[in-house]
């Protein structure tokens, strides 16, 4: 659907999600100055029209941080209205991947992610967001894709059990990590768990170079714990596309919403931009674009 055809249709519909509906407006926090902190983005958020913040943990929050100190920017983020959506497990994680052929390196992971759980549970229990390993980074190879599903299953077994007791939800996303490239990969790598407690982090605009979202949210169905909204746009070649703004890219919103509804989905859908300096209204249009996408549902 082009930014012509989907404005017509979101012509008229009220932009503003109202209180209890299925869906609801969060933001990554990277669309935020990198050393703002929490409390001020939950009140720009707020005030711009969004409901929650994803966060990042190695930024405001380490892993070395004390309860007492998560618990303030908890309470800090219930005070302004706002939730926390989940925590992408960035420290700890990405530096020591559970595809590393090292024992030693996965362990290190392993316990990155134990103690992220601890954390989530004093944020009312938010999904923790994963990128268990990479095959590998542009056209360098690292890890073989048999190694990485296997290494990284058994890595994962051994947190479920911890992330079942603290009732935390894990779970990798679908990014460009080069592993889990289709949706049925996803859902046979979520399914051989067995638990509630694993399942998918879902990214719209990542797809777009390989698939569509729409499949892959049918797909993935009640296994989805979180949205990130992205759009992308497409060329001839669709491995030279790009990420765009949101509505000013290839994905069709309108199919894209209707999946969700399909497939049960309820929750926050997270627009996920990247802060930028030179556009005082940025948060503002990232609303106005997610509203518009949300009043398609």
């Avoid at 990042?56 to 004390?66: A, N, P, Q, V, Y």
């Avoid at 399942?199 to 979180?226: A, C, E």
Wanted: aromatic share 10%.
């Amino acid at each position: 659907m082009n930014r012509r055809a989907f404005l017509g249709t979101a012509a008229g519909a009220a932009l503003r999600q109202p209180s209890g509906s299925r869906f609801k407006k969060g933001i990554w926090c990277m669309a935020f100055p990198p050393s703002m902190p929490y409390a001020e983005c939950f009140r720009q958020l707020r005030n711009a029209g969004f409901e929650g913040l994803d966060i990042r943990l190695g930024d405001e929050i380490k892993l070395d941080s004390t309860p007492d100190q998560v618990k303030r920017l908890a309470e800090q983020a219930r005070q302004t209205g706002v939730s926390i959506i989940s925590m992408y497990v960035a420290e700890g994680l990405n530096n020591n991947p559970l595809n590393h052929p090292s024992p030693e390196t996965r362990a290190r992971g392993v316990a990155a992610i134990e103690k992220a759980i601890e954390i989530a549970t004093y944020l009312d229990h938010c999904p923790l967001l994963l990128v268990p390993g990479r095959v590998g980074s542009g056209p360098k190879f690292t890890v073989g894709y048999q190694d990485t599903w296997d290494r990284v299953t058994a890595e994962l077994r051994k947190v479920v059990p911890r992330a079942a007791q603290a009732k935390v939800i894990i779970g990798p996303e679908n990014m460009w990590n080069k592993f889990l490239l289709s949706p049925l990969e996803m859902r046979s790598f979520v399914d051989q768990f067995h638990s509630p407690w694993m399942k998918v982090h879902f990214d719209v605009g990542n797809p777009m170079q390989y698939g569509y979202p729409q499949d892959w949210i049918l797909t993935l169905g009640s296994r989805i714990v979180r949205v990130h909204l992205k759009d992308y746009k497409l060329s001839a070649r669709s491995e030279q596309g790009r990420f765009v703004d949101l509505l000013e890219g290839d994905v069709d919103w309108k199919e894209v919403m209707a999946a969700l509804v399909k497939a049960g989905y309820r929750g926050f859908l997270s627009a996920e931009a990247n802060y930028d300096a030179k556009d005082p209204d940025q948060l503002q249009k990232i609303s106005r674009a997610a509203d518009r996408i949300l009043a398609l549902a």
